[in-house]
Antibody
Framework: QVQLQESGPGLVKPSETLSLTCTVS??????????WLWIRQPPGRGLEWIAY???????NYNPSLKSRATISVDTSKNQFSLKLRSVTAADTAVYYC???????????????WGQGTLVTFSS | QSVLTQPPSASGTPGQRVTISCSGS????????VYWYQQVPGTAPKLLIY???QRPSGVPDRFSGSKSGTSASLAISGLRSEDESDYYC???????????FGGGTKLTVL
């Protein structure tokens, strides 16, 4: 059973860079069928897709965050990461990592998800 | 404002059938699969329906999904108290080249 676990600082100062890591256990990030995603949810609000990455290095970003976000994968550690630069209070959210399984252009949905990590901003 | 439009709330009594709608456009729902997620407040979302109407293993057949044109629906039959959650639809948006979610629907079991 694949499990995902987010890690990172719970508190970040405005204008700094947020760094989060998702550790994958019970499975490998290096599978051709899997795409690894970051999704966030501001308190009391809905879900927002941030980015995804394939172990080959192929990436895709939400246009609204593309200029500030970088997603990467470390196959040796079975992890993938997110960096979000120049953060503000508007970036306060629970950040989730998740997996999508795709084959032949058909995807099976985001499953599983990590438990999520709350990131807040304070000077 | 979300690309996909969902009603903010829905309700029903135990045993009833409830439907939640998700409205989009030809460049998202109209041209791509729809997914549904269930989120109990304070926990991570859970995949409920994939590719319009497919249920992952372990999801009760009380949950069903459908799509017609640029809209999709999630139906829950035999409503139970544990179904009280937030529900989100999602799809690929061709115009954004990325995934988009609906704003979410809070389901209350009366």
């Amino acid at each position: 059973q694949v499990q995902l676990q987010e890690s990172g600082p719970g508190l970040v100062k405005p204008s700094e860079t947020l760094s989060l890591t998702c550790t994958v256990s019970g499975g490998s990030v290096s599978s051709d069928r899997y795409y690894w995603l970051w999704i966030r949810q501001p308190p009391g609000r809905g879900l927002e897709w941030i980015a995804y990455i394939h172990y080959s290095g192929s990436t895709n970003y939400n246009p609204s965050l593309k200029s500030r976000a970088t997603i990467s994968v470390d196959t040796s550690k079975n992890q993938f990461s997110l960096k979000l630069r120049s953060v503000t209070a508007a970036d306060t959210a629970v950040y989730y990592c998740a997996r999508d399984t795709c084959s032949g252009g058909r995807c099976d949905g985001f499953d599983p998800w990590g438990q999520g990590t709350l990131v807040t901003f304070s000077s | 404002q979300s690309v996909l439009t969902q009603p903010p709330s829905a309700s029903g009594t135990p045993g009833q059938r409830v439907t939640i709608s998700c409205s989009g456009s030809s460049s998202n729902i109209g041209n791509n699969f729809v997914y549904w997620y269930q989120q109990v407040p304070g926990t991570a979302p859970k995949l409920l329906i994939y590719r319009n109407n497919q249920r992952p293993s372990g999801v009760p057949d009380r949950f069903s999904g459908s799509k017609s044109g640029t809209s999709a629906s999630l139906a829950i039959s035999g409503l139970r108290s544990e179904d009280e959650s937030d529900y989100y639809c999602a799809t690929w948006a061709d115009s954004l080249s990325g995934w988009v979610f609906g704003g979410g629907t809070k389901l209350t079991v009366l």
